[in-house]
């Protein structure tokens, strides 16, 4: 399943398209924290003691909110972390060696974000190289575009993190 962040930034239709394998490895990594073998940034919750996982849905609603507040750009980018908004979700670097935490506190996502040149067809063919897309997910990927009008932005994250900040 892809997610479609859609943007309006005047005239300006930025659609935003994130698919299921970037996704997927931010979560594993930064918030169930599987397959660290050296110091890592993982998501974490709870004033009591900053080390509890925070729940996927919010996890990715972080992101979510980091990209619709910001203008969307070709190559590496950071965005902001919602913690710096107050928000309950912190971002501290672990060290599986020695099993300790370092302060969790503001974070930023770094964010691969690549352009597609084209429209609709184009999106389908590089989404196809994360995933296989059902016939439904291919009708909804062009509904969104013919809805958008034409001056559309299509972008496609392709790797994802949270950085100290």
């Not at 660290?36 to 990715?60: F, G, N, Q």
């Not at 670097?93 to 974070?107: N, Q």
């Not at 190289?129 to 299509?154: C, M, Q, S, W």
Request: charged share 30%; proline share 5%; aromatic share 10%.
């Amino acid at each position: 399943m892809v997610l479609i962040v859609k943007k309006q930034i005047g005239a300006r239709v930025e659609l935003i398209f994130i698919p299921e394998e970037p996704l997927y490895n931010f979560l594993e990594k930064h918030v169930h924290r599987k397959g660290i073998y050296d110091r890592t940034t993982c998501l974490v919750t709870s004033p009591k003691d900053w080390t509890a996982k925070p729940a996927e849905d919010e996890a990715v609603a972080s992101v979510l909110k980091s990209l619709q507040e910001q203008k969307v750009k070709h190559g590496e980018r950071y965005y902001l972390g919602l913690c710096a908004a107050g928000h309950k979700i912190k971002a501290g670097v672990y060290d599986p060696v020695t099993k300790s935490w370092e302060k969790p506190g503001r974070f930023n996502y770094s964010i691969t974000v690549e352009e597609i040149k084209g429209k609709a067809s184009a999106t389908i063919i590089r989404l196809s190289k994360y995933e296989k897309l059902h016939f439904r997910e291919r009708e909804k990927i062009k509904r969104t575009f013919h809805k958008a009008g034409d001056n559309v932005f299509p972008f496609i994250i392709t790797h994802l993190h949270p950085v100290p900040g």
